[in-house]
């Protein structure tokens, strides 16, 4: 156990359809990072928090939105879902805004059908 | 833009030594890190350059040129435990942390 938690781990939906992830930092931790990593692919990142505020933003759809709350979890909104949103869903956190260093919960696949 | 190079795949025999490169072209550089992915399972953070030079970490070694733009990731005494997919990640400007695609290492007996 990484320290990171996320819900759910599995997650089929159809396409139209809107889902949220949500991560549980590790516990001291202020950033929270958001991945997704399609079929043997790389991770593409999406967006970062750190306490509470949007700190940098990947190539993240429109259709996405992100937020953290005050005690530090975070949530992944994702709408109007497609095909090619079928993906691994990371979060990682961070004690501060370092580049390094990352722990990563066990992701949320997300399969749209 | 911000793009990060290594070889797709890589096979080596238990016992031996490999070693995994990676190119990045990014706007800034913060420091180069390492991060490993067995099948199904979550990344996990290996090492950490952020000066030019070896960093050693048990089997793992990772070394890191900033004028080359340039790092790799050293194995050494190839265990069939460490197949698994390999990404180096470099935060570039803005605060993005970047990912390359991933060297999936291949180890035979």
């Avoid at chain 1, 396409?15 to 202020?30: A, E, F, K, M, N």
């Avoid at chain 2, 797709?8 to 072209?25: D, K, L, M, P, R």
Wanted: aromatic fraction near 14%; proline fraction near 2%.
């Amino acid at each position: 156990d990484s320290g990171v938690t996320q819900t759910p781990k599995h997650l089929i939906t159809a396409t139209g359809q809107r889902v949220t992830l949500r991560c549980s930092p590790r516990s001291g931790d202020l950033s929270v990072y958001w991945y997704q990593q399609s079929l043997d692919q790389g991770l593409q990142f999406l967006i970062q928090y750190y306490n509470g505020e949007e700190r940098a933003k990947g190539n993240i759809l429109e259709r996405f939105s992100a937020q953290q709350f005050p005690d530090l979890h975070s949530e992944l909104n994702l709408s109007s879902l497609e095909l090619g949103d079928s993906a691994l869903y990371f979060c990682a956190s961070s004690v501060a805004t370092q580049d390094y260093g990352y722990t990563f919960g066990s992701g949320t696949r997300l399969t749209v059908v | 833009g911000q793009s990060l190079e290594q070889p797709s795949e890589v096979t080596a025999v238990e016992g031996a030594i490999v070693q995994i490169n990676c190119t990045y072209q990014t706007s800034g550089f913060y420091g180069l890190s390492w991060y490993q992915q067995h099948d199904g399972g979550a990344p996990t953070f290996l090492s950490y350059n952020a000066l030019d030079g070896l960093e050693e970490t048990g089997r793992f070694s990772s070394f890191l040129s900033r004028s080359d733009s340039y790092g790799y990731l050293l194995l050494q005494e190839l265990q069939m435990k460490d197949s698994a997919s390999y990404f180096c990640a470099v935060r570039g400007g803005g605060f993005k942390t970047i990912f390359g695609a991933g060297t999936r290492l291949f180890v035979k007996a």
